[in-house]
C-alpha cells in the first residue's frame, strides 16, 4: 500500500466516504469536491486493488483520491471503488494520514438501514469526544444507541480508540444510491463545520452523481469478480 501526499496541510479535518450503504459517503464527498474549491493532493494505492481506472469528462478518477479544501482546512478522501477485503489496511492507512497530518479529528459519513420510508431522513453520530456532545445535538443529530458498523468505518472505530473521532450516519431506504441520505449528512457537516454550503441542490443534482458513481462502481465490481475468477484459476 503506498499512501501518495503531494502537499501536507497542518491540522485539518478529514473526512472519509466510502461507497457503502446507499453510496451515501460517496455521493457526500462528491457533493463537497464540486461544491468547495477542492484540489487533489494525493492517493491511496493498493496493489490488491483491481487496476482498473474510471475515466469521467475526459479526467482520470482517482478509486482512492484525496482531495483539499483550503478555506476550511478539510482532508477528504474520495472512494469510488469497493473496499471489500481491504477495510482494515484503509483504516490503517487514514490513521496514519491523519497523524502525518496532525489531523484535529476523523470524520466518517455512512448510511444505515432505515426502519422505513421517511420524507426527511434521520441523522446520528457517534463520537468519542465528550466535549462534542452537546454541540451534536444541538444540531439536529441523534445519538446512535444500536446499530451495527461495518466496512472502512467499522475497522475505524475499532483502530486507535483515542484517536479524535466523529461518525455521521443517515437513515438509508435500501442499498441503492440514496440521495436524500446524502443531502441530510450534507446538512449536517454545514452545521458542523460551518461550510456555508447549500446542500438543496443535491437532490437535484444527485442524480447525476448517482448515475455516474452506479456506473463506475458496477464495473469497479465486475472487474474485482473478474480479478477473483483469474486468481482461482491460477489456483485450479
Not at 138 to 144: D, E, T, Y
Not at 208 to 228: A, D, R, T, W, Y
Request: aromatic fraction near 8%; hydrophobic fraction near 40%.
Amino acid at each position: 500500500m503506498d499512501i501518495i501526499l503531494e502537499k501536507k496541510p497542518k491540522n485539518p479535518i478529514v473526512i472519509e466516504g466510502f461507497p457503502g450503504f446507499g453510496l451515501v459517503g460517496t455521493i457526500a464527498t462528491e457533493f463537497l469536491i464540486d461544491h468547495l474549491e477542492c484540489e487533489q493532493i494525493g492517493r491511496i494505492m493498493l496493489e490488491e486493488m483491481p487496476p482498473m481506472a474510471a475515466i469521467h469528462d475526459g479526467k482520470v478518477v482517482e478509486p482512492l483520491g484525496i482531495f483539499y479544501n483550503k478555506k476550511h482546512n478539510i482532508v477528504m478522501l474520495h472512494a469510488i471503488t469497493a473496499s471489500s477485503g481491504f477495510e482494515w489496511k484503509l483504516a490503517d492507512a487514514l490513521i496514519q494520514i491523519a497523524k502525518q497530518l496532525d489531523a484535529r479529528e476523523i470524520l466518517s459519513i455512512e448510511g444505515v438501514g432505515s426502519t422505513g420510508l421517511k420524507l426527511s431522513p434521520d441523522a446520528f453520530y457517534y463520537t468519542n469526544q465528550n466535549n462534542k456532545l452537546d454541540f451534536l445535538s444541538h444540531i439536529g443529530l441523534k445519538p446512535l444507541k444500536e446499530g451495527i458498523i461495518m466496512g472502512v468505518t467499522g475497522a475505524l472505530l475499532l483502530k486507535d480508540k483515542a484517536f479524535p473521532k466523529c461518525a455521521f450516519f443517515a437513515d438509508t431506504a435500501s442499498n441503492l444510491p440514496d440521495s436524500k441520505a446524502a443531502a441530510r449528512i450534507i446538512e449536517a457537516l454545514d452545521k458542523y463545520l460551518g461550510l456555508e454550503i447549500d446542500y438543496q441542490p443535491l437532490l437535484k443534482q444527485a442524480e447525476k452523481f448517482e448515475e455516474k458513481l452506479s456506473g463506475i462502481l458496477e464495473q469497479s465490481n465486475k472487474m474485482q469478480e473478474l480479478s477473483e475468477k483469474k486468481k482461482m484459476s491460477y489456483v485450479g
